[in-house]
Nanobody, 125 residues
Framework: QVQLVESGGGLVQAGGSLRLSCAASGRTFSTGPVGWFRQAPGKEREFVAVIFRNSDVQDYADSVKGRFTISRDNAKNTVYLQMNSLKPEDTAVYYC??????????????????WGQGTQVTVSS
């Protein structure tokens, strides 16, 4: 079993920055992806970014490319999401998720086995 705990959310003005953390306990992330997703009120959960433990492969949603950066610290079993130039439309609950093995469908929430509880990000205009 893997337990994921997100932190770092909060209220920030448009143009500001936040860094989210996703700390894992119980087991390591193994070879599977670690993804960040977000869900705004009344909307479906959507892919934000992904990183793979054993490679430098990363991917981002078009809406956050150039503004968000995902990174990992394997020694700390933690994945980070640095969010810069935040916009009001980035407001959502942000979740990290992982699964045991590689998948090409890393952009789909249905692909993930383990989820954190989420952290609220609110961007004011």
């Amino acid at each position: 079993q893997v337990q994921l705990v997100e932190s770092g959310g909060g209220l920030v003005q448009a143009g500001g920055s936040l860094r989210l953390s996703c700390a894992a306990s119980g087991r390591t992330f193994s070879t599977g992806p670690v993804g960040w997703f977000r869900q705004a009120p009344g909307k479906e959960r959507e892919f934000v970014a992904v990183i793979f433990r054993n490679s430098d492969v990363q991917d981002y949603a078009d809406s956050v490319k150039g503004r968000f950066t995902i990174s990992r610290d394997n020694a700390k079993n933690t994945v980070y999401l640095q969010m810069n130039s935040l916009k009001p439309e980035d407001t959502a609950v942000y979740y990290c998720a992982t699964r045991r093995y590689y998948t090409m469908a890393y952009y789909s929430p249905q692909s993930y086995e383990y989820w954190g509880q989420g952290t609220q990000v609110t961007v004011s205009s």
